[in-house]
């Protein structure tokens, strides 16, 4: 795999009042990777994907895609973003699945992954059912396309969700503890398809409570507390011999 960074962030800071949530936060991923990210609740996981997928904006540091660069600080390090063609330009290059899905509720399953084709892509219609209905096979949904989300598992929602993020066809997938809604069963049946992504390279980056299925997928893990990244390295090597304290006090709780 060639050492290409898809996405990364050099110094991000984020504050919500005088609550510094992201206190100097850098990463790098390549292209193939998969990053796992673990740490208390409280940390600013959620917090650091939200300002990677643009759903919050840092106070300073530099966003890149690829050879896009989102934001960048200026002379007094407040971060600056690029103009609505950069941002646009920017979320085709991610997808992003929630904890609880959020799909749209009164959209079929079809609609709900081909809706971004059709309404900002403008992809043409049939081609975009074609691709939806591609995504969904892949998730193990084909006989689903026509129902809506309440009908379906939260397991079988949750792959809707992944089939939804995968449309734009996006150089990264982003996951906020994409299992942590659903019962042990449903569980695995998500890890399932996200293993399956791995193993044909997709680029991740998954904020997870499951340690076991960090340790085998992960490539890259960080351990993130009070907002900064207290250690990180092979994931195997930090979740089985872990250097800090709090990343020992925390996978702890774990075994
Ligand atoms: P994690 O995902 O690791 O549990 P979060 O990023 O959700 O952590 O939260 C980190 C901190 O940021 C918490 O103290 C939380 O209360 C605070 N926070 C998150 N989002 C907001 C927001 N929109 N407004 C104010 N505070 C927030
Ligand atoms: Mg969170």
Excluded: W
């Excluded at 060639?2 to 936060?25: P, Q, R, T």
């Excluded at 219609?125 to 969904?136: H, I, Q």
Aim: a negative charge; charged letters at 25%.
């Amino acid at each position: 795999m060639e050492s290409k960074a898809v996405v990364s962030l050099a110094n991000g800071k984020k504050a919500f009042g005088d609550n510094e949530v992201l206190k100097d936060i850098s990463l790098t991923v390549n292209a193939g990777d998969v990053l796992a990210i673990i740490g208390p609740s409280g940390g600013g996981k959620s917090t650091l994907l939200r300002c990677m997928t643009l759903l919050e904006t840092l106070d300073s540091g530099d966003l890149s895609y690829g050879d896009l660069t989102v934001c960048a600080n200026d002379a007094a390090g407040r971060a600056v973003y690029g103009g609505k063609d950069v941002i646009a330009a920017a979320k085709t290059r991610f997808g992003l699945v929630f904890q609880n899905f959020n799909l749209f509720p009164h959209y079929t399953v079809l609609q709900n992954v081909t809706d971004a084709l059709i309404c900002v892509q403008k992809m043409p219609k049939d081609e975009a059912l074609a691709r939806g209905r591609e995504l969904l096979a892949r998730m193990g949904l084909a006989d689903k396309e026509s129902m809506v989300p309440c009908d379906l598992s939260g397991g079988q929602q949750q792959r809707v969700a992944i089939a939804r993020a995968m449309a734009m066809n996006p150089d990264v997938l982003f996951f906020d503890e994409p299992t942590s809604a659903l019962d042990p069963e449903l569980t695995r049946e998500v890890l399932k398809v996200i293993r399956d992504l791995a193993a044909e390279h997709m680029t991740m980056v998954i904020v997870t409570h499951e340690m076991g299925f960090a340790r085998d997928v992960a490539d890259h893990l960080i351990f993130m507390d009070g907002g900064v990244i207290v250690e990180q390295g092979p994931a195997s090597e930090v979740i089985n011999n872990p250097q800090h304290d709090r990343t020992r006090a925390f996978l702890a709780n774990y075994d």
